[in-house]
Nanobody, 126 residues
Framework: QVQLVESGGGLVQPGGSLRLSCAAS????????MGWFRQAPGKEREFVAAIRWSDRGTFYKDYVRGRFAISSGNAKNTVNLQIDTLKSEDTAVYYC???????????????????WGQGTQVTVSS
């Protein structure tokens, strides 16, 4: 059974930084990469960043490019998200997930990720 656990969320002032971490346990035959998504109150879950295992390529939502950085260890079971210059609009629950459907067109799709963590709250407020 695959389990993912996120950590690192919290309350931070605008302009501050956070580093989110995600650790996965268990195994799945289909693991093409891992991603971070977020969901703000009253809004749909949206793609933030992802890493593709085949070439360690990284992908970002345009809005966060340059402020967010996804990274991972050598093993395909951990992924981090460095968030800099936080804005109030970044307030959300952040989820990590494992992508089980291949293809570059699937990297930003919520439906391509079968395994999800419980989420970690990020609140940006002064």
């Amino acid at each position: 059974q695959v389990q993912l656990v996120e950590s690192g969320g919290g309350l931070v002032q605008p302009g501050g930084s956070l580093r989110l971490s995600c650790a996965a346990s268990g195994s799945t035959s289909n693991n093409y990469g891992m991603g971070w998504f977020r969901q703000a109150p009253g809004k749909e879950r949206e793609f933030v960043a992802a890493i593709r295992w085949s070439d360690r390529g990284t992908f970002y939502k345009d809005y966060v490019r340059g402020r967010f950085a996804i990274s991972s260890g050598n093993a395909k079971n951990t992924v981090n998200l460095q968030i800099d210059t936080l804005k109030s609009e970044d307030t959300a629950v952040y989820y990590c997930a494992i992508r089980t459907i291949s293809g570059v067109s699937q990297i930003r799709a919520v439906s391509a990720y079968a395994y999800w963590g419980q989420g970690t709250q990020v609140t940006v407020s002064s």
